[in-house]
């Protein structure tokens, strides 16, 4: 079984550009999270789809960040336009119920200049 | 809001036993997981434990005390492998929400 993947894997932009990421989860799990590491911090949450509907978007920092799932398969993140603050890993991870574990992709290192 | 504490960093020897600590404070509580990650790779599911009490898994074993907000988790026969971050993540208890809150993170070096 294939397991979370993500695209690109690195990602470098100038400040003021836009970038999309993408998410693809375990087939069949119907709930979709994103993450995002910043440098010497945490990984934090940003947020949940269940299929196609956002859950919770609680942690999505601004109106800059924009996320879709539409047909309640693969996923999209999309900064616009982008900040030398949005630098990190962004990482997706997914699980077939929400009292499950959750399993991450391998993440996208974007950076900023 | 919650706030998560483990060291930022331990050493043990190949072949010995170590326990990675970690501290937690919520509003709500919805159980607890250990996540184990490789430098650039995907964090891995190691462990979950939402009632009190010790879960053996393996070599790796995870415990958890709700009263003390406080978990930890136990890798025996040290291999070089196991040389990693160890992540703890608590996730809270709310309607609607299953987001997980996670610590900075352990780096673990096992060494010969």
């Known amino acids: 079984e294939a397991g979370v993947t993500q695209f690109p894997s690195h990602s470098v932009i100038e400040k003021g550009q836009t970038v999309t990421l993408r998410c693809d989860p375990i087939s069949g799990h119907d709930n979709l999270y994103w993450y995002r590491r910043v440098m010497g911090k945490e990984i934090k949450f940003l947020l949940h789809f269940v299929k196609e509907s956002k859950q919770d978007e609680s942690g999505m920092p601004n109106n800059r960040f924009l996320a879709e799932r539409t047909g309640g398969t693969y996923s999209t993140l999309k900064v616009q336009p982008a900040e030398l603050e949005d630098s990190g890993v962004y990482f997706c991870?997914?699980?077939?119920?929400?009292?499950?574990?959750?399993?991450f992709g391998p993440g996208t290192r974007l950076t900023v200049t | 809001g919650q706030n998560i504490d483990q060291p930022t960093e331990m050493t043990a020897t190949e072949g010995a036993i170590v326990q990675i600590n970690c501290t937690y404070q919520?509003?709500?509580?919805?159980?607890l997981f250990w996540y184990q990650q490789h430098a650039g790779e995907a964090p891995t599911f190691l462990s979950y434990n939402v009632l009190d009490g010790l879960e053996e898994k393996g070599r790796f074993s995870s415990f958890l005390s709700r009263s003390k907000g406080y978990s930890y988790l136990l890798l025996k026969e040290l291999q070089m492998k196991d040389s990693a971050s160890y992540l703890c993540?608590?996730?809270?208890?709310?309607?609607?929400?299953?987001?997980?809150?996670f610590g900075k993170g352990t780096k673990l070096s096992v060494i010969p």
């Open positions: 919520t509003s709500g509580f919805n159980g």
């Open positions: 991870a997914s699980s077939q119920e929400h009292t499950y574990e959750q399993y």
């Open positions: 993540a608590v996730r809270e208890a709310g309607a609607g929400s299953y987001q997980l809150t």
